[in-house]
């Protein structure tokens, strides 16, 4: 298994800002995900993010938008840039470990 | 591409309930299929994984089960508490690492 902490766990921001999330896990990882939950629905992949190596983003999805860091195989960042209130989101990082899939506690991000 | 589809939406139990959750996919070639809980606001807590050669998989009063041949998965939770009020996911993992999650059920369990 793996465990996963992320923070913030929650923001308010204001419009024009941006806002980084941070995930460490507790074991070393390849590959780490960060998905974004829109209020009532369900997830969506941002991007893919190696280690040493610029993340792949999904459709829809810019790096100039979500800039992500991955300095080692433990820690991310996920960077919401230049908010807009559209960007109200729940932001979860997760790792897989043997095909399963683990969470962060999710950082529930409101733009105002 | 593959679709995930859970039915209902929302189910509201009185305590003491077994009950029953559905996820359908379209697409039989799957590697695994997850289920997870989401409480509000909160990250996801996964519960079991079944791997594509398995039929099912049982933890405490949860039991997942899988056909891949119809295309479906049930998540049985027995004797219902309150404390399991909260989303409920899956997500099905193809062959190509791609992952596709349902919009989920929200259960309420009445006291």
């Given amino acids: 298994s793996a465990v996963i902490s992320q923070k913030p766990s929650r923001d308010i921001c204001q419009r024009g800002t941006s806002l980084t999330i941070q995930c460490q896990v507790d074991s070393q990882v390849t590959m780490m995900f960060w998905y974004r939950q829109q209020p009532g629905q369900s997830l969506t992949l941002i991007a893919t993010a190696n280690q040493g190596s610029e993340a792949t983003y999904e459709s829809g999805f810019v790096i100039d938008k979500f800039p992500i860091s991955r300095p080692n195989l433990t820690f991310s960042t996920l960077t919401v840039s230049n908010m807009s209130p559209e960007d109200s989101s729940i932001y979860l990082c997760s790792v897989e470990v043997g095909g399963e899939a683990f969470f962060g506690q999710g950082t529930r991000l409101t733009v105002v | ?111």
């Fill in chain 2, 1 to 111: 591409k593959q679709e995930v589809t859970q039915i209902p939406a929302a189910l509201s139990v009185p305590e003491g309930e077994n009950l029953v959750l559905n996820c359908s996919f379209t697409d039989s070639a799957i590697y695994n299929l997850q289920w997870f809980r989401q409480d509000p606001g909160k990250g996801l807590t996964s519960l079991l994984l079944i791997q594509s050669s398995q039929r099912e998989q049982t933890s405490g009063r949860l039991n997942a089960s899988l056909d891949k041949s119809s295309g479906r998965s049930t998540l049985y939770i027995a004797a219902s508490q309150p404390g399991d009020s909260a989303t409920y996911l899956c997500a099905v993992k193809d062959n190509n690492n791609d992952m596709r999650f349902g919009a989920g059920t929200r259960l309420t369990v009445k006291p």
